[in-house]
């Protein structure tokens, strides 16, 4: 079993930045894949990053040139720097692990204003 606690969200302004970490614990070595996906109210929810073990990175359409997925392997740790937010990034967002069972965070709440 995997387990992800994510933080970071919060209420931002258009064109701010936020930083999401989720940090994974348990049977973390056999994690090869670990992301974000968020849902907003009404909407089914969406891959926004993913990053290998190796390093390869994912990105959504959406958010490509605005959002950076990292990983610290030493601290399991997966970041989500969000850059040049919008108010259509309103979302929970949720960590994802993958071993390859998918492992899923509580969510965090990132609220955009215009």
């Known amino acids: 079993q995997v387990q992800l606690v994510e933080s970071g969200g919060g209420l931002v302004q258009a064109g701010g930045s936020l930083r999401l970490s989720c940090a994974a614990s348990?049977?973390?070595?056999?994690?090869?894949?670990m992301g974000w996906y968020r849902q907003a109210p009404g909407k089914q929810r969406e891959l926004v990053a993913t990053?290998?073990?190796?390093?390869?990175?994912v990105y959504v359409d959406s958010v490509k040139g605005r959002f950076t997925i990292s990983r610290d392997a030493a601290k399991n740790t997966v970041y989500l720097q969000m850059n040049s937010l919008k108010p259509e990034d309103t979302a929970v967002y949720y960590c994802?692990?993958?071993?390859?069972?998918?492992?899923w965070g509580q969510g965090t709440q990132v609220t955009v204003s215009s």
């Open positions: 994802n692990a993958r071993d390859p069972r998918w492992y």
């Open positions: 348990g049977s973390i070595f056999s994690i090869n894949v």
């Open positions: 990053i290998t073990s190796g390093g390869i990175t």
